[in-house]
Antibody, heavy 120, light 111 residues
Framework: QVQLQESGPGLVKPSETLSLTCAVS??????????WNWIRQAPGKGLEWIGY???????NYNPSLKSRVTMLVGTSKNQFSLKVTSVTAADTAVYYC????????????WGQGTLVTVSS | QSALTQPPSASGSPGQSVTISCTGT?????????VSWYQQHPGKAPKLIIY???KRPSGVPDRFSGSKSGNTASLTVSGLQAEDEADYHC???????????FGGGTKLTVL
């Protein structure tokens, strides 16, 4: 049974970089069958798609975040990561990693989510 | 890139049916049959309940059904049960540059 688990700092200072990792267990991030996504949800708000990475390293980012987002797939570890630069309070959210059957535009498997607060 | 429009709230009594709408544009909902619906209980991660407009993942009760007409997609929950009380989010493919667009979410209350 494949599981996803997010990890990273729960508190980030304004203007700094938010870094999260999603560990994949029970399956391989190197599978060509899936896109590996990041999605976030600000407190009391709806979901916002951040982007995805494919095992080849190909990425696709939300145009509204593209200039600040970088995603990488692990080389030696079965994980993928998210970096968001120059964060502000508007980046405060629960961040989820999610697996998508490549090209299906549906997220069948989610991590439990991790809250990241941007505050000094 | 604008979010899809959902009503903020919906409600129904146990056993009744309720329909939640999700309105987009001719560039997203109206253009592609890639509409999904997610159920989210408080403090939990979303769970996929409908994909490609009207398909249910394994294990999702057939009380949940999806449809689409023009730029509006709909989720119908039949035979409402107490455990159906949750937030429901729709999403649609918006083309390669926009990829996935979500709605603002609808809070379903079972009276």
């Amino acid at each position: 049974q494949v599981q996803l688990q997010e990890s990273g700092p729960g508190l980030v200072k304004p203007s700094e970089t938010l870094s999260l990792t999603c560990a994949v267990s029970g399956g391989s991030v190197r599978s060509g069958d899936y896109f590996w996504n990041w999605i976030r949800q600000a407190p009391g708000k709806g979901l916002e798609w951040i982007g995805y990475i494919y095992h080849t390293g190909t990425t696709n980012y939300n145009p509204s975040l593209k200039s600040r987002v970088t995603m990488l797939v692990g080389t030696s570890k079965n994980q993928f990561s998210l970096k968001v630069t120059s964060v502000t309070a508007a980046d405060t959210a629960v961040y989820y990693c999610a697996r998508e059957v490549a090209g299906s535009d549906a997220f069948h498997l989610w991590g439990q989510g991790t809250l990241v607060t941007v505050s000094s | 890139q604008s979010a899809l429009t959902q009503p903020p709230s919906a409600s129904g009594s146990p056993g009744q049916s309720v329909t939640i709408s999700c309105t987009g544009t001719s560039s997203d909902v109206g253009a592609y049959n890639y509409v999904s619906w997610y159920q989210q209980h408080p403090g939990k991660a979303p769970k996929l309940i409908i994909y490609e407009v009207n398909k249910r993942p394994s294990g999702v009760p057939d009380r949940f059904s999806g449809s689409k007409s023009g730029n509006t997609a709909s989720l119908t929950v039949s035979g409402l049960q107490a455990e159906d009380e949750a937030d429901y989010h729709c999403s649609s493919y918006g083309g390669h540059n926009n990829y996935v667009i979500f709605g603002g979410g609808t809070k379903l209350t079972v009276l």
